[in-house]
């Protein structure tokens, strides 16, 4: 079953199954290693988030792009902050539509989140660091 991106939350486990829009891509942020990767802007028609892509993936996804994840994760990483991403786990393949209805905001990458006081293995919102993504600049 697919989850909106604004319905996803940090977590340890590859549970995420999802389709977005990719809107523009960059390269990893300086002090990055363990290969190559790189950070890219996504969204569908409730939220946007920060995807990481690695290795052939950075290479195989350009903006405009619609993608299908599967497994996937949502956590953070050093350098990047929150960024949705298949891991080891996880999928990401190109779908064969032409094209989503998608918004840039709020960037779910872009929320601060605390541990659940009732369970400490969910997380929950704590407010928004920014509305938009402070990485990308918003499309025109």
Known sequence: MNVFLKDIA???????????????????????????????LAADETAAVHIQLWGEECDAFEAGDIVKLTNGIFSYVRNSGLV???????????????????????????????????????YIQNGAVSAYSRVFPSLP
């Open 10 to 40: 940090p977590a340890a486990q590859n549970i995420i199954n999802t389709r977005f829009i990719i809107l523009d891509k960059a390269r990893s942020p300086a002090g990055a290693t363990n290969g190559k990767s790189c950070i890219a």
């Open 84 to 122: 949705l991403r298949a891991g080891k786990r996880g999928k990401m393949e190109k779908m064969g539509e032409f094209t989503i209805a998608f918004v840039e905001t709020p960037n779910v990458s872009e929320i601060q989140w605390n541990p659940d006081p009732e369970n400490p293995k969910r």
